[in-house]
């Protein structure tokens, strides 16, 4: 079993953004943190399957938010 790190987000519509960092393009949406999280899981699924090989989960160590 594999771990991924995976970021959620709102956006100005109020939809629930999920991105994996360590797959570059794998992302996904839904109206519920729920459904984005199911949604995650399918995306990674196909990123695997494409990309498998190349992708090399990291350690997560944390988020830091920057105001400019």
Same mark, same amino acid.
């Given at each position: 079993m594999v771990e991924f790190n995976v970021i959620l987000e709102k956006d100005e519509e109020g939809f629930y953004v +999920?991105?994996?960092p360590e797959i570059q393009g794998c992302y996904t949406?839904?109206?519920t943190i729920p459904q984005v999280l199911e949604r995650i899981k399918e995306a990674i699924e196909v990123c695997l399957e +494409?990309?498998?090989e190349n992708i090399k989960p990291m350690?997560?160590?944390g988020?830091?938010?920057i105001e400019m």
């Open positions: +999920a991105s994996v949406q839904g109206k +494409a990309d498998g350690k997560f160590i988020i830091q938010k």
